[in-house]
């Protein structure tokens, strides 16, 4: 759950929006950022040269205001203003939104029933941002909720899932008004009962389970209607922030997914999410429904639709079609004892889950009787806890769950309850829960989990914020890139210790050790910045005892200045020559030995190296040497449901038919990247044609069942000299370095693939006069439109 009150503060967000909108558009500069409690600011903040934990100024007319929300604070019932803004880039035009926080708004008014404690996080380390880290319970019905939510935050939880009415209330047996149309007693409970923020931090509501859309028996798909759309009402007036809806039945959801679809396109002011609730692993249906008449009509379902009704994926991916992908409806999916092949959850990983429920029957005991997991299970959580979904554990039988007595401190590894000793809270390393809750072990042991978990590498903060943000790539050529673009290009001291091993080899290679006193390298760094290749130059010429002599040459003016700068710095004066001109204009005043350059995009040739680099091989020697010496693009099928939620909210064409920059995060990899587009410098052909076309076939894994494909992933190999290669291909990707993300090509639909079907995709780089484009699409095992004609959308201009 997110902490978001917008519905809380109805007109609060509208005037502050307006307000900063005004301020934004009149040119006005600053807006103070400051830490409000119970938060944290994202560390990119820190990373932007902006001081971490106290105030900041942003300069609105550098970072474009993106969107406003209001936060709560879960613990303090503080409210904040939270803005949205757009961030330096990273090898992108426009680049992704941090969340900053403004001054705090009021705080709630007190609530009529507190929570005696606050909800405890499963663990307490700082900088921790996610929302895994909340842990909720599902309760039985009761129409004391304080009761429910207090006994749920004292035993730990963070936030109950709780039914919102009697289960055994039935729209059509309640007395109605004379008109008929609504009931005239109260089929909820009151609002008044929790404090708003109550509501909408702790409770998650939960939809009446008997409900039956789809059965066939009209009288009780007419009540189930009723009810529903009840529920989702009430759930909206208590901004809630989720409900979990029961389970479809299998492929045959037509008329539950209808009133979903009607709920989600209704209030557009409602930002409630729906959770549908979807076994992990589906039942048997023949055990489960127990007639040998359903398992008939199953298979007809199956036979009919072509999908596999014993595959649960299969019920979502019919329910959430049907709904048109709505990006309100997310999956909770339920986990038992069994979990599918693993293959098969992976592919959750590119869909829009929030929630695990975990039943406690999914557990198993040790060897003293204390609840833990299979190792399986703990590697499906470890996966979640990544992906900021939270856990919600249910227990079917409330009776069987706690043994009787069991301590709280038992220690170990694969069966442990109580997190490790080295708890950052600076207690002894133990949990305390104050009161018997029959599922205290379990969340114990799930904390245990979390806590396990590796802490953040310095690159995972770094990337953190960035992850599936959708960001156009540079234009390197086209434009002039900023002061602090080339700054975040500088710290990756790994690119440069690989291009300082690519010039070294050829410095090795091109002068041997006896020749080394007598003989002056030329080397060229051709689209030099503010000078990292001419340093990592210099340095290999340092480290191989070899003379050069560098020429930096660089389009953009603005780092011209920097690099005249670091000639008196550095003291280059008698090494480097500065030219600041386009590589492909320039008239050299000798031939180079080496061409030292670095003009990649996440896509390999999206930033124009083959046409620069033609350009500028008129000034390499016949037997001179290219650092990179050549590149390929690579490609891979993806479920990325954010990412194309993100691209559809555009509502355009155009935003559909451009790649992004991404760092990929909650995406499922349907198959192996393969090789799309190659370029080789020098190219001595007589002719240079820097047009391709490519026609992948991608096998996807029977076993893994069908899946969604959103898009592709792309990425590139670039090998700059011999064996010295730099890229961000997944399966060869240069440790550590993180100047590039990966590139995301969408497709306009969603196309189904089928278990073990061929993907048959097409690939072109089209060149024009004044501009580059890639078009795509697919042929296998369905047809797509050809995205991107005559580069409409998305081009680079040369
Ligand atoms: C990706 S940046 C790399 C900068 C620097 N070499 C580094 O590694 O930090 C590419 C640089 O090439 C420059 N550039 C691109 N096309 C060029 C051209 N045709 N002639 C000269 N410079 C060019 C850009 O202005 C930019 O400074």
Known sequence: MQNVLEADLPGAADALTSF?????????????????????????????????????LVDLRRYPLVSLSVHACPYCEQRSLVALIAAPPHHCAAPPPLVHLLRCLPPAPPSRVRASRAAMP??????????????????????????????????????????????????????????????????????????????????????????????????????????????????????LQAVLLPPPLPLRCGNYARCVNQVLRGSATSATQLWLRIPALAPDLEAAEGTRHEDAAAQQREAVSGRRVNDSWEWWDHFRTLCEHHNQLSVA??????????????????????????????????????????????????TCFRHNIQVVLTDPDPSASAPAGAPLDVEGDTAPVGPPSTAEDGSNGHVTIPTRHPLRLHLEYIAHLYQKIPPPSEQDRFEAGYRDFLQAPLQPLMDNLEAQTYETFEKDAKKYSQYQLAVAGALRDRVPEEHAAATTTVVMVVGAGRGPLVRASLAAAHETQRRVRVYAVEKNPNAVVTLHHLVALEGWQDSVTIVSCDMRAWDAPEQADILVSELLGSFGDNELSPECLDGAQRFLKPDGISIPAEYTSYLAPITAAKLHADVRAYNDLEHFETAYVVKLHSVATLSPPQPVFTFAHPNRAAVIDNRRYTKLVFSTDEDAGSATLHGFAGYFDAVLYKDVHLGIEPATATPGMFSWFAIFFPLRSPLYLPAGADLEVHFWRCVGPTKVWYEWGVTAPTVSSIHNPNGRSYWVGL
Not at 20 to 44: D, M, N
Request: glycine content about 8%; hydrophobic content about 40%; some cysteine.
């Open 20 to 56: 900063l909108r005004r301020w934004h558009c009149s040119g006005a500069t600053f807006i103070k950022v400051e830490q409000a409690p119970g938060f944290r600011l994202v560390s990119e903040l820190a990373f932007w040269g902006f001081p971490p934990l106290s105030i900041a």
């Open 122 to 239: 499963l663990a307490q380390r700082s900088d921790d941002p996610s929302e895994s880290r909340y842990c909720g319970v599902e309760a039985a019905y009761s129409a004391d909720v304080a009761h429910t939510l207090h006994s749920s935050l004292d035993a730990g939880f963070d936030f109950v899932v709780a039914p919102l009415v009697d289960p055994l209330y039935r729209p059509s047996a309640v007395e109605r008004s004379p008109d008929g149309s609504a009931p005239r007693i109260p089929f909820a409970g009151s609002d008044l009962d929790l404090a708003p923020s109550q509501w909408s931090s702790h409770v998650v509501g939960k939809v009446a389970p008997w409900l039956d859309l789809d059965g066939g028996d009209p009288g009780v798909a007419r009540d189930s209607e009723t009810a529903l759309k009840q529920q989702l009402s009430w759930a909206t007036h208590l901004s």
């Open 333 to 382: 999916l339920d986990c038992g004892s069994s979990l599918p092949s693993a293959s098969a959850l992976e592919r959750w990983k590119g869909e829009p889950m929030r929630a695990v429920l975990l039943s406690s029957g999914a557990f198993l005991s040790n060897k003293r009787g204390f609840p833990c997991l299979s190792k399986r299970h703990q590697q499906f959580l470890a």
